[in-house]
C-alpha cells in the first residue's frame, strides 16, 4: 500500500490554469472587494463603489485577450484530458464576451441609477450581487460537466432574485422578485432531476462522456435517460424565458429597477441559451429526435406569445415602455431558440450554434441601447410609459435618433442592417435544416413585431403635448448609449464582422 500511495497522491492533484479562469475568477474578486470596501468607506465615497465595479468588469473583458491563441482546459479528470470541467475554447470566449460586456453597459446604466436614487438602493450590496451574478454567467459557458453547469447556473441566478427585490419598502420590487424567485427554484429543482437521471444512465457527469454513452444505454435504461435529457433543458429555457416558462419576465422586469432589467434581457438570455447548446450540441447529440423537435416547438410558442403579448400592451392603460421591452424579450428568445432547434436536423450543428450567437451580439448590443435610452427618459418620467417617449427628438435629438436605430435593428429594418442581417441569418439556419414551417412562422412574427416596433419610432417624432423637458445626461449613461450606439452603427456597415465572430464559437 505504501508504494501506490505516492501515485495515487499525485493523481489527485490538480493542476489549476489561472489564466484560463482569469474572466470569471477576476469578477468574483472583484465582487468580494467592492463587499469589503463597502463596510469601511464613507457615505461620501460610495460612488467610488461603482466606478471599481466599472473597472473590475473591464479587465475581465480584457483578461480574454490572451486566451485567443488556442483551446485551454483546466479541473480535468485523472488520466482523460478530454473529460475537463472548466474549457475555454473559442465558444467560450465568444460567450464571456457577451456576458462580461453586457454586464459592463449594464453597471454604466446603474452607476447613474444609484445617484439618481438618493439611498433608495444600497451600492455595496447592489455591486457585490451584479458582479457575483456577472461571475456565474461568465463561468458557465466554460462548463463542461453538468455538475458545473447547475452550480454556474445558480450563482448567474440566486444574485439576481435580490437584485430584482433590493428596493426596500416597494411592492411591486418584493412580488417581482419572489415570482422569479419561486418559478426558477421550480425549474431549478426539475433540472437537477433530469441530471441524476442522465448520471444514473450513464455514470457520468461530464459533456463528452456523457455523448459517448448515452448511445450506449442499456435499453432498460433509455426511458431514464430520455426524461433526463428533456428534464435537463427546463432550467436553461426558463433563463432563456422560453415558453411556457416566461411568465415572470414582464413583472420582474417593470419591479426591478431598470439597469437589471437590462442585465436580465442580455445577460439572463446569454445564460440560457449558452446552457442549452452545452447540453443539446456537446452532451446530448445522439437525442436529437427529442430535443430538436422540442425545441422547434418551443422556439414557435415563444416568439408568437412574446410578440403578441407585446401587441396587447397597446390596449392597457399604463402602456409601459420596459413591460413592452420584457415582452419583446420573450419574442427574441423564440429567435434564439430556433438555430439550437435546426441544429438538432442539421448535419453540422456548429453552424447553426454560430447562428444563434450572431443573432445574441446582435441583440445584446440594441437592447441594452433600448434600455439606456429608456434610462434617460425614466429619469424625467418615472413612469416610463410609451406616451412619455412622444416628441423625444425635440428634447433629445440624437437619443430619439439612436432609440429609433435599436427599435428597427429589432424590428429588421434599414438602416438597422444588422438586425436585418441576423433575422437573414436565423431563417437560413431553420430552412437549411428542413425547418420551413418554423421559417414561416418566423415570418410572421417578423410582421407581428414590425407594427409595435414602428409605432414606438414615430412616436419619437411627433410634436411634444407641451414643452420639451431637456435635462443634463449624465457622463455614465453618455458611455453607454454612446458604445451601443456606435457598435450598432458599426455592425450594419459591416455585419460581416458578426458573422466572422461567432463562426468562431464554434466547438
Avoid at 279 to 301: I, K, M, N, R
Amino acid at each position: 500500500m505504501s508504494a501506490l500511495a505516492p501515485p495515487l497522491a499525485a493523481s489527485a492533484v490538480q493542476s489549476v490554469d489561472w489564466l484560463a479562469v482569469a474572466p470569471p475568477a477576476l469578477t468574483a474578486v472583484t465582487a468580494l472587494a467592492v463587499l469589503v470596501a463597502d463596510l469601511f468607506a464613507p457615505e461620501r465615497r460610495k460612488p467610488l463603489l461603482g466606478w471599481t465595479a466599472v473597472a473590475g468588469l473591464a479587465a475581465s473583458a480584457l483578461m480574454l485577450l490572451p486566451l485567443l491563441d488556442g483551446r485551454r482546459s483546466t479541473f480535468c479528470a485523472a488520466g482523460r484530458p478530454d473529460a475537463c470541467s472548466y474549457t475555454a475554447d473559442h465558444f467560450t470566449l465568444v460567450i464571456q464576451f457577451l456576458v462580461l460586456g453586457g454586464a459592463l453597459l449594464a453597471a454604466l446604466l446603474s452607476v447613474t441609477a444609484l445617484k439618481d436614487a438618493r439611498g433608495g438602493l444600497p451600492e455595496g450590496e447592489y455591486w457585490f450581487l451584479l458582479l457575483s451574478s456577472a461571475a456565474g454567467a461568465a463561468l458557465l459557458p466554460a462548463s463542461r460537466d453538468l455538475a458545473t453547469l447547475i452550480v454556474a447556473l445558480e450563482v448567474a441566478s440566486l444574485p439576481a432574485f435580490a437584485l430584482v427585490g433590493l428596493r426596500h419598502g416597494d411592492r411591486r420590487s418584493s412580488d417581482a422578485a419572489l415570482k422569479f424567485f419561486l418559478s426558477s427554484v421550480t425549474a431549478t429543482a426539475v433540472s437537477l432531476m433530469g441530471v441524476s437521471f442522465v448520471y444514473a444512465s450513464t455514470g457520468t457527469l461530464y459533456l463528452t462522456q456523457i455523448a459517448g454513452r448515452l448511445p450506449h444505454v442499456d435499453g432498460q435504461l433509455h426511458t431514464l435517460a430520455q426524461t433526463g435529457v428533456v428534464l435537463t433543458l427546463v432550467g436553461f429555457a426558463f433563463k432563456l424565458a422560453a415558453v411556457p416558462f416566461h411568465f415572470w419576465v414582464p413583472d420582474t422586469y417593470v419591479g426591478a429597477p431598470l439597469p437589471v432589467a437590462a442585465y436580465l434581457s442580455v445577460v439572463g438570455k446569454a445564460v440560457g441559451f449558452t446552457g442549452l447548446i452545452l447540453v443539446t450540441v456537446v452532451a446530448f447529440p445522439s437525442y436529437a429526435d427529442v430535443w430538436g423537435p422540442a425545441l422547434a416547438v418551443l422556439a414557435a410558442l415563444t416568439m408568437t406569445v412574446g410578440n403578441v403579448g407585446a401587441l396587447r400592451q397597446r390596449g392597457t392603460r399604463a402602456y409601459s415602455a420596459v413591460r413592452l421591452l420584457a415582452w419583446s424579450s420573450v419574442g427574441q428568445a423564440g429567435y434564439l431558440l430556433a438555430p439550437i432547434a435546426a441544429a438538432g436536423y442539421a448535419e453540422h450543428p456548429q453552424r447553426a450554434v454560430g447562428s444563434t450567437v450572431a443573432y445574441a451580439l446582435m441583440y445584446a448590443a440594441v437592447n441594452l441601447g433600448a434600455f439606456a435610452v429608456a434610462a434617460l427618459v425614466g429619469r424625467a418620467r418615472p413612469g416610463n410609459r410609451v406616451a412619455d417617449y412622444r416628441g423625444l427628438y425635440a428634447a433629445h435629438p440624437l437619443a430619439a435618433l439612436l432609440l429609433a436605430f435599436f427599435l428597427l435593428c429589432l424590428a429588421g429594418l434599414p438602416p438597422g442592417v444588422i438586425g436585418l442581417f441576423a433575422k437573414v441569418t436565423v431563417f437560413s439556419a431553420a430552412v437549411d435544416a428542413g425547418l420551413g414551417w418554423l421559417a414561416a412562422v418566423m415570418a410572421v412574427n417578423v410582421v407581428i413585431a414590425l407594427f409595435y416596433y414602428l409605432q414606438w419610432t414615430a412616436l419619437l417624432f411627433r410634436a411634444p403635448e407641451g414643452e420639451p423637458v431637456r435635462r443634463r445626461v449624465p457622463a455614465p449613461l453618455t458611455a453607454a448609449l454612446t458604445l451601443t450606439g456606435l457598435l450598432g452603427v458599426a455592425l450594419s456597415g459591416a455585419p460581416q464582422l458578426v458573422l466572422r465572430f461567432a463562426a468562431s464559437a464554434l466547438f
